[in-house]
């Protein structure tokens, strides 16, 4: 079974500031996932990526499939970014996703 | 398109009573998945179902049954409620190739068992 670990568990930062969140996993993967949960809200899926880099906006994701571990990172970080940010990983024929505990996010004003 | 939509939104039961939830899905995705959320463990799978006619256990299928009624419906039963069921449970559908299966995940519905 693959674990997933991330870190931190708690980040508060102040508005604009540059935010990193880091995921480590301990298996071959097919793909890693990160995925956004406002609070109260649902869950939406920011990216699924399988090497190197994808950008959407002020997001960035990228994987280093030789050490095991993912970055997401925020640019120009602002308060509506303020969510629980989720790393998952996926086998290769497999249907079924493994979820790290959740990175929570304050982004204050 | 409505995506992934999941009812009932909230939920107060009492211990030994039953309920289904129901999920729906309108983007022709064959696999299909029920969590539950609970405050610091993530999101656990219950059950899951890779196509329209299966259904397997997941990490946590005790006290939980399923149905995949057809390729756009997964429901989840519960039939005798249990106060350790208390949760949020989210479905979700995927569809694209077995490891690369993007997930698309419904509002969620908010269950107290009493």
């Known amino acids: 079974k693959n674990e997933v670990e991330q870190s931190p568990q708690n980040l508060t930062a102040q508005e604009g500031e540059f935010i990193t969140i880091n995921c480590s996993y301990s298996v071959g993967i097919s793909a890693l996932h990160w995925l956004q949960q406002h609070p109260g809200g649902g869950i939406v899926s920011l990216f699924m990526l399988s090497s190197g880099k994808k950008k959407h906006g002020r997001l960035i994701a990228t994987i280093n499939i030789q050490e095991k571990h993912s970055s997401l990172h925020i640019t120009a970080s602002h308060p509506r970014d303020s969510a629980v940010y989720i790393c998952?990983?996926?086998?290769?024929?497999?249907?079924?996703?493994?979820f790290g505990t959740g990175t929570r996010l304050t982004i204050i004003p | 398109n409505a995506g992934v939509t999941q009812t009932p939104k909230f939920q107060v039961l009492k211990t030994g009573q039953s309920m289904t939830l129901q999920c729906a899905q309108d983007?022709?995705?064959?696999?299909m998945y029920w969590y539950r959320q609970d405050p610091g463990m993530g999101l656990r799978l219950i059950y899951y179902?890779?196509?329209?006619?299966?259904?397997d256990k997941g990490e946590v299928p005790n006290g939980y049954n399923v149905s995949r009624l057809n390729k756009r419906e997964f429901s989840l039963r519960l039939e005798s409620a249990a106060p350790s069921q208390t949760s949020v449970y989210f479905c979700a559908s995927g569809g694209r190739s077995p490891g690369y299966n993007e997930q698309f995940f419904g509002p969620g519905t908010r269950l107290t068992v009493l």
């Open positions: 998952a990983v996926s086998n290769f024929g497999n249907e079924k996703l493994t």
């Open positions: 179902s890779a196509s329209e006619g299966t259904t």
């Open positions: 983007m022709n995705h064959n696999s």
